[in-house]
């Protein structure tokens, strides 16, 4: 499966992508195992985590995923003097290179790149560095520090009774070896040279050559303290200077919510940000790294999105911003005319041609019709009635508020946001640091209404999940969120977030369950979030769309 990855930085023109910002051709293959060999991994895992002392958060709704706590221990050097701020920036700086082990065994992790670090798990010794290789060099004092690191996880449903795994973190300056790691612990091909300076994202410890490199560095470890005469409180001067250190990961008890929860269709179909009106704020980021226009990939995929919601209800063009004519367009010195929106649609997604163009014409058009509607604010709305319960049936709008072309720019994410019921983001995520960002967002940023927000993007679960609940007033009594676990699929993602939002408003009904279902072709590792206190039922509140 074809999928975007990511990086923060220039992005890339090569030929698929990830939901992310750097394109690429890799394939990602399941790896439910890692295999250091007993012995490494006896000399260097510090035991077993204790299940009690992992975290209890709410379950998690998922078809693929299964919510799992996890913990692992880890210890770094420090200089003596270290103050307590430099040993929390050290021990954050090793965690972070878990990311990259846990991703690449198909774990996701709910904290921004695991720097949510308990400072009252450290344990603090001091030892002397001695060089073994030359016994009159002056000795050296260094603190080392222990840890234990715990968080919420979602992992495969293969994985969804496996205890423990083997991985591995990196010392804390890695960053000063990034040539060495690149060789030895990851591909080293161009996707994983573009991630040099975030090369804890890309770091591997299941290759064959990292675990070669992590043996002949343990092998010279175990030389060099063999010769210590007091190995309680020395350390030899290869082991202040490792660069890999193994663990073993505790998985906790599968946490997954097993019973049915929805939307609460009810408040979305009772009128949120706008009376008598469910608002679909759908924004959708240029995929490619060329021209931004109707070329870009994530421009057939908006529309794929688009025909999927027009399969269910019947849309008409209620306004576009800035002001364009649609009825017309000039292709090739032909003038084409449209009689609905949905004629747009059909040319796109349906492969259709308007009378009196050939086949030839078709770029043109796409051009000409792109050019109307690339960053425009391109709103659909169909009217329905609806009736709540035993209430009368009442004049109702489904409107989807939707633009293509997001970039670097949080205009278009945060009018979306403040003004939707239901947001959805197709596109990708910076490694977190692009304009969805929740530090780039306040409570006033969002509505006081129940909200939906989907966010289709590489390891939204890490990025955005977590941090977007405190934002919003009422927490997850408000606010339910869909993210992803792991790396996105971008191709046929417009047809997945399509159908996700067509069993939403087709009058079914359907569980979070079914709604991840119709979007299963992206899946990776999908979960909801919030939805445990939602109270809707459809065969307690029964709704009728017509």
């Known amino acids: 499966m074809l999928t975007r990855h990511e990086c923060h930085f220039a992005q890339l023109g090569l030929t698929y992508m990830w939901h992310c910002s750097c394109q690429e051709t890799l394939i990602m293959t399941l790896r439910t195992t890692l295999v250091f060999g007993f012995g490494l991994l006896s000399t260097l895992a510090m035991g077993c985590v204790a299940g009690d002392e992992m975290s209890a958060e709410d379950d998690l709704t998922s078809v693929t995923a299964r919510s799992r706590s996890l913990a692992f221990d880890g210890y770094v050097y420090v200089s003596a003097s270290a103050s307590d701020s430099e040993i929390l920036n050290a021990v954050r700086a090793q965690t972070q290179t878990a990311f990259g082990a846990l ?6 992790v709910n904290n921004r790149e695991l720097k949510a670090v308990d400072v009252k798990t450290f344990t603090k010794t001091k030892v002397t560095v001695v060089d073994t290789a030359n016994p009159s060099a002056p000795s050296s004092a260094m603190l080392k520090v222990r840890y234990r690191y715990t968080d919420n996880a979602v992992v495969p449903v293969s994985m969804a009774k496996r205890s423990a795994i083997g991985l591995a973190v990196m010392s804390p300056d890695y960053r000063n070896q990034t040539s060495r790691i690149l060789k030895e612990c990851t591909s080293n091909d161009s996707h994983a040279q573009d991630f040099a300076s975030s090369i804890w994202y890309v770091f591997d410890p299941s290759l064959s050559t990292c675990r070669s490199a992590m043996a002949a560095e343990q092998k010279l470890i175990d030389a060099a303290n063999a010769k210590l005469l007091d190995p309680t409180s020395e350390i030899s001067k290869e082991e202040s200077q490792r660069l890999y250190l193994t663990t073993t990961v505790k998985l906790g008890a599968d946490k997954t919510n097993k019973g049915l929860s929805y939307p609460e269709y009810d408040r979305l179909f009772s009128g949120g940000v706008k009376k008598d009106t469910l608002v679909i704020g759908l924004v959708n980021g240029f ?12 421009y057939s995929e908006w529309m794929d999105t688009l025909r999927q919601l027009s399969n269910v209800r019947k849309f008409e063009l209620a306004s576009i911003e800035p002001a364009e004519d649609l009825s017309t367009f000039s292709v090739n010195g032909k003038t084409v005319t449209s009689a609905s929106f949905q004629d747009l649609i059909a040319w796109e997604v349906d492969g259709k ?9 078709r770029a043109a058009l796409k051009q000409a019709v792109g050019a109307k509607l690339v960053q425009h604010w391109v709103t659909l709305a169909a009217p329905v009635k609806v009736t709540l319960g035993s209430g009368a049936a009442k004049p109702f709008t489904i409107q989807v508020a ?7 720019s949080q205009a278009p994410h945060k009018r979306a946001i403040k003004n939707s019921d239901v947001f959805v983001y197709n596109g990708h995520s910076y490694i977190g640091y692009g304009p969805l960002d929740p530090s780039n967002f306040s409570a006033a940023d969002f509505p006081a209404s129940y909200q939906l927000l989907f966010i289709d993007g590489c390891v939204s679960y890490n990025y955005y999940e977590k941090d977007y609940i405190p934002l919003k007033a009422g927490g997850t009594q408000n606010l339910d969120l869909i993210t992803n676990g792991l790396e996105a699929p971008a191709w046929d993602s417009g047809n997945a977030v399509g159908k996700l939002l067509a069993k939403m408003i087709d009058g079914s009904w359907s569980s979070y369950s079914t709604l991840l279902t119709a979007a299963s072709q992206t899946d990776s590792l999908r979960v909801v979030d919030g939805e445990l206190d939602n109270a809707f039922n459809p065969k307690k509140t029964p709704i009728t769309l017509k």
Do not use: N, Q, V
């Open 103 to 108: 991703r690449t065994a198909e774990i996701g």
């Open 287 to 298: 995929l490619d790294h060329g021209a931004k226009d109707a070329t870009d990939s994530g």
């Open 353 to 361: 041609l308007p009378a009196g163009l050939t086949y030839a014409d």
């Open 402 to 408: 939707s633009y293509f072309g997001s970039d670097s």
